[in-house]
Nanobody, 128 residues
Framework: VRVEEVGGGLVEPGGSLSLSCEGS????????VAWFRQRPGKAREAVGC?????????FYEEGVEGRFTIARDYNKDTVTLQMNALTPEDTGIYYC?????????????????????WGQGAQVTVSS
């Protein structure tokens, strides 16, 4: 069982990037998924999360709200993190994680200890 981040890379300030979270051996459509990041010299921090049900079913940290969007693609069994209006401060390694204790949950939380499967991380670099 694992999850994996796909995407990321280098983008200029003001640009956009997307990351996808894919599950292998686990159907992430059934569980809450969260995104975290670790910026250079800083501790890991939450970006946001998406629950299975509920309306709205997403939550974002203040620093990314309005610029980042988390959404499910049920056709592809993925969770996408769309990042717009990127700044150099968004540079870091981005991780997705899923919590398999949250079948059908109407809300999500971004407490790292609650998530049991984590990806290896994907690098996002915002630079001119």
């Amino acid at each position: 069982v694992r999850v994996e981040e796909v995407g990321g890379g280098l983008v200029e300030p003001g640009g956009s990037l997307s990351l996808s979270c894919e599950g292998s051996g686990v159907d992430i459509d059934l569980y809450n998924v969260a995104w975290f990041r670790q910026r250079p010299g800083k501790a890991r921090e939450a970006v946001g999360c998406i629950a299975v049900s509920g309306k709205p079913n997403t939550f974002y940290e203040e620093g990314v709200e309005g610029r980042f969007t988390i959404a499910r693609d049920y056709n592809k069994d993925t969770v996408t993190l769309q990042m717009n209006a990127l700044t150099p401060e968004d540079t870091g390694i981005y991780y997705c994680a899923t919590d398999t204790d949250t079948v059908g949950a109407p809300y999500c939380a971004i407490v790292p200890n609650g998530y049991d499967y984590w990806g290896q991380g994907a690098q996002v670099t915002v630079s001119s």
